[in-house]
């Protein structure tokens, strides 16, 4: 298979993909109207969908700030760090992408990451650990990494998948608290109250179900479809930073360097460690079982080794 058509196809199963989040969300919301309205199911799946985009737009416009904001990262100024930023001027031109801004990380692990939602909006970050301990040709490897994900939209669909697994979570604790909110509001009730008391612990306690279905059921599903969506897009990215360096090798000396890396990152949020070339949460894991992968932000290392290396055959 061809790079061009390893990237088509890597794109094909992201769509389908996203197409499977979006599905499940608004199932959710048609179950909820169908559980709670009857009839009009169909106008609480609307308006939990409406209010879904509405968080996911917002996600969109200013997840990037938030990222760097959580990360400790600081943006690099003009000629702070010369050869970094003559990698990235470098690697920009070639992926035909506006500079990115560039964000330092005072940490020892090896580890970077971008964001922002288009390339023109485009950022990267990186560990001073990964500067203190790469040569040039790694660098550039990762540089090119992170590039591709600006390049392709990455972020973009990230912040999507990321945002869907929100809602549904939120929705989830949403209902519990209603349901509880109801049960301690209704228990003052009077006895000639009995038969709206007995109607409104139904409705509590029926809310507080949903809300565990949603919680044991749509979550692990939702988190499963994000983490594929971020294997798929770490795959490309890879294949992409070498299609843009014509050189695959300083990729894998790289993850190689990465494979190596014991050092645990200092300020770490689950809402950016899918953004990483290296999962910072997850561990560096080698070698896993097909379930143990499902739960996995990042393929792993060697897999991703492996992948590179059949491209200098």
Do not use: C
Request: aromatic share 6%; charged share 20%.
């Amino acid at each position: 298979m061809s790079l061009l058509q390893e990237i088509d196809q890597n794109k094909k199963r992201t769509v389908e993909l996203m197409i499977a989040a979006l599905v499940l969300l608004v199932g959710i919301g048609a179950a909820l109207g169908y559980l709670f309205a009857g009839n009009t199911w169909w106008q609480v799946a609307l308006w939990f969908l409406i209010g879904a985009s509405a968080y996911l737009i917002f996600n969109y416009f200013y997840s990037a700030k938030f990222l760097m904001n959580i990360s400790h990262a600081n943006e690099l100024q003009p000629g702070e760090n010369p050869q970094l930023e003559n990698i990235v001027s470098e690697v920009a031109q070639l992926a035909e992408i506006p500079m990115p801004k560039i964000y330092l990380i005072q940490d020892e692990t090896q580890n970077a990451f971008a964001t922002g939602r288009d390339p023109a909006h485009g950022q990267i970050a990186v560990t001073t650990g990964l500067l203190d301990h790469m040569n040039r040709a790694m660098i550039k490897g990762v540089i090119a990494h992170e590039a591709s994900h600006i390049r392709n939209y990455d972020v973009r669909v990230s912040t999507i998948a990321t945002g869907i697994t929100a809602v549904i979570s939120g929705t989830g604790v949403g209902l519990l608290r209603a349901g509880q909110l109801m049960l301690y509001t209704g228990s003052g009730r009077r006895r000639d109250d009995d038969d709206d008391g007995k109607n409104a612990a139904v409705l509590a306690l029926a809310l507080m179900l949903a809300g565990l279905v949603i919680m044991i059921v749509g979550v692990p599903m939702a988190r499963a479809l994000q983490f594929a969506v971020s294997r798929q897009r770490e795959s490309l990215a890879d294949v992409s930073a070498a299609e843009l360096t014509r050189n695959p090798q300083g990729l894998i000396d790289a993850l190689e360097e990465l494979k190596q890396d014991d050092v645990p990152m200092k300020h770490v949020n689950r809402a950016a460690a899918a953004l990483y070339i290296s999962a910072p949460v997850t561990g560096k894991d080698h070698q896993v079982g097909f379930f143990d992968k499902l739960w996995l932000s990042h393929p792993p290392l060697d897999e991703r080794i492996a992948r590179l290396q059949k491209l200098l055959d």
